[in-house]
Every structure is written in C-alpha cells, then in structure tokens.
C-alpha cells in the first residue's frame, strides 16, 4: 500500500506507524494508494471525509463546530474513515455502521501508544 501525508499533524512518527498498522489490521492491499491530508476545516463542518478515486483522500480536520479536535479525536477519525477506504477498496457500501462499530476498536489496536 502506497500512502502520503500532508498539513500539519502531531507526533509524525506515531501517525506513520499508526497508518502502517491500520493497513495491516483492514488488510489494504499493496497496490490501493491512500493520500491522507490534515486540514484546519473540512466542508460541512466534518471530522473527516474519505473519497473514492485513484488515488482515494482522506481528509482529517483540526478544527470541527467552532473548536480544535486533540490529537487523538483526529486519530479516531483517521481509523473510521480507513475503514471506508477499506469499504471502496472492495467495493462495499460505504456503510457509517460499519465504521462506527469498528473505529475504537481498530484505534486502540492500532494505535501505537508506545510512541506518545
């Protein structure tokens, strides 16, 4: 799996390894591309988006509703919208059940607290 990252983040190490954890954990294949991007405020008012395309973006907000989301609120909501990715990679129903039941989960497995 090829992945990038851009805007500003914390902890790029931890994000790094995080990333590379949650791939291996959804099983994302090796040829999927993923460009994931921290931006100060998404459309809508979101916490992340994940977009269908080649390459397939994902975006993560710093900022939601008039405040700054941690930096763990922003992990959280890199793991649910993996799971999307993972939804288009296969093409599945993008189904926000799915990605809900699981985005804790997959957080506190993958995330690699070891490093914060």
């Known amino acids: 799996m090829i992945y990038s990252i851009e805007g500003r983040y914390k902890n790029k190490a931890a994000v790094d390894q995080y990333i590379s ?13 993923i460009d994931i991007i921290f931006k100060t405020k998404l459309e809508g008012d979101c916490q992340g ?12 907000a710093r900022n939601s509703e008039g405040k700054s989301l941690t930096f763990f609120q922003q992990m959280l909501t890199l793991a649910h919208e993996m ?3 993972k939804q288009f990679m296969r093409g599945e129903y993008p189904s926000e059940r799915e990605a809900k039941d699981l985005e804790y989960h997959l957080f506190g497995k993958c995330f690699p607290w070891e490093m914060v």
């Open 21 to 33: 954890n949650l791939c291996k954990e959804l099983k994302l294949f090796k040829r999927l591309e």
């Open 49 to 60: 988006l994940c977009i269908d395309g080649d390459p397939i973006e994902i975006e993560i």
């Open 83 to 85: 799971i999307h990715a």
